[in-house]
């Protein structure tokens, strides 16, 4: 029983990812300006000498910050992350309901979700930033009066996060934390880089995150799948998308990666899959709703990764 309701916690939070944050468009990247620091060589700006700060949005409006936010409303989990992994987890008033990550996020303020957030509850914290991924809420809140940035979330190309981070850096005032942890994500994704230099190609898989549903190459986990030399066969799929048993099987996955293994093990459907016949059924070690792979942040080099251990456990012991 447990498992069923795994895999449905697990459907309706892809369902919700889906109409909200994937794409299969890259999200553009935004525009920065900020102020060059007139200090002499050799000497720490100060924190005023690093704004004003210029950010086009996703829509092509320009925000102006002339100072650090002290009170920030994050709709987007991967903001919350990037902002508590340089040390500026203190600004963030306010989030949506459904972060998991970090643990301190469990003491912050929850204004509701994606299609029922309450404007009146981020009006009452009177926050200086407002930050969303999507468009629904923008018009409210600026009739309310707030400042609002609005940037995609990032459907593919795993490799801006590092850019998002140095963003966040900017905005509140602390690049030099931001450049730490973006440089740590970037050498972290170069070992990966270096270290599947000794393999050719890697086998075919399914990625299962629930309900055989799965996940095509325009999206972060697809381009993991790239970066690990797998082959995905759902390489045909555009964003995400459901499978069925006889398509999973006429594919013919050397490895199955799945939250929820047991709607492989035991259902005769699967019996002549190579993956289950060599008993290659993989779980993925992640809990529902806590999928670092799910959440463009500093910790998605986390999942990579985790990934590898299991794929290449010879080679990432």
Same mark, same amino acid.
């Given at each position: 029983?447990?498992?069923?309701?795994?895999?449905?916690?697990?459907?309706?939070?892809?369902?919700?990812?889906?109409?909200?944050?994937?794409?299969?468009? @890259?999200?553009?990247?935004?525009?920065?300006?900020?102020?060059?620091?007139?200090?002499?060589?050799?000497?720490?700006? @100060?924190?005023?000498?690093?704004?004003?700060?210029?950010?086009?949005?996703?829509?092509?409006?320009?925000?102006?910050?002339?100072?650090?936010?002290?009170?920030?409303?994050?709709?987007?989990?991967?903001?919350?992350?990037?902002?508590?992994?340089?040390?500026?987890?203190?600004?963030? =008033?306010?989030?949506?309901?459904? =972060?998991?990550?970090?643990?301190?996020?469990?003491?912050?303020?929850?204004?509701?979700?994606?299609?029922?957030?309450?404007? #009146?509850?981020?009006?009452?914290?009177?926050?200086?930033?407002?930050?969303?991924?999507?468009?629904?809420?923008?018009?409210?809140?600026?009739?309310?009066?707030?400042?609002?940035?609005?940037?995609?979330?990032?459907?593919?190309?795993?490799?801006?996060?590092?850019?998002?981070? !140095?963003?966040?850096? !900017?905005?509140?005032?602390?690049?030099?934390?931001?450049?730490?942890?973006?440089?740590?994500?970037?050498?972290?994704?170069?070992?990966?880089?270096?270290?599947?230099?000794?393999?050719?190609?890697?086998?075919?898989?399914?990625?299962?995150?629930?309900?055989?549903?799965?996940?095509?190459?325009? @999206?972060?986990?697809?381009?993991?799948? @790239?970066?690990?030399?797998?082959?995905?066969?759902?390489?045909?799929?555009?964003?995400?998308?459901?499978?069925?048993?006889?398509?999973?099987?006429?594919?013919?996955?050397?490895?199955?990666?799945?939250?929820?293994?047991?709607?492989?093990?035991?259902?005769?459907?699967?019996?002549?899959?190579?993956?289950? !016949?060599?008993? !290659?059924? =993989?779980?993925?070690?992640?809990?529902?709703?806590?999928?670092?792979?799910?959440?463009?942040?500093?910790?998605?080099?986390?999942?990579?990764?985790?990934?590898?251990?299991?794929?290449?456990? #010879?080679?990432?012991?």
């Amino acid at each position: 029983m447990r498992s069923f309701v795994r895999v449905g916690i697990v459907l309706s939070l892809l369902v919700a990812l889906l109409a909200l944050a994937c794409s299969t468009e @890259t999200a553009a990247s935004p525009t920065v300006t900020v102020a060059v620091p007139t200090a002499t060589q050799g000497i720490e700006p @100060t924190a005023a000498s690093l704004f004003p700060v210029s950010v086009t949005d996703s829509n092509g409006n320009t925000v102006v910050f002339e100072k650090a936010p002290e009170r920030i409303v994050a709709i987007d989990s991967a903001v919350l992350e990037i902002l508590f992994a340089m040390g500026e987890g203190h600004r963030v =008033v306010a989030t949506h309901d459904f =972060v998991v990550y970090p643990p301190e996020a469990a003491d912050i303020e929850r204004v509701g979700g994606a299609f029922s957030l309450n404007i #009146e509850k981020v009006v009452e914290l009177e926050p200086d930033l407002v930050f969303t991924f999507f468009t629904g809420p923008i018009e409210a809140l600026e009739n309310a009066g707030l400042k609002v940035l609005y940037i995609e979330s990032l459907s593919n190309d795993f490799t801006k996060v590092a850019d998002n981070i !140095r963003l966040w850096g !900017r905005i509140v005032g602390n690049p030099t934390a931001a450049e730490a942890v973006a440089a740590e994500f970037n050498q972290r994704v170069a070992g990966l880089n270096e270290k599947m230099e000794a393999i050719d190609a890697g086998p075919s898989i399914f990625w299962d995150v629930g309900g055989f549903w799965t996940s095509g190459p325009d @999206t972060l986990v697809g381009e993991v799948f @790239t970066l690990l030399k797998l082959n995905n066969v759902a390489s045909d799929i555009e964003g995400y998308a459901q499978l069925s048993p006889e398509q999973i099987v006429e594919r013919e996955p050397e490895v199955i990666l799945a939250l929820d293994a047991s709607a492989f093990l035991g259902n005769p459907a699967f019996d002549d899959v190579a993956a289950v !016949r060599n008993g !290659r059924i =993989v779980s993925l070690p992640f809990e529902p709703g806590d999928d670092p792979l799910s959440v463009a942040s500093p910790r998605f080099v986390d999942g990579i990764e985790a990934l590898a251990r299991l794929v290449y456990p #010879e080679l990432f012991p």
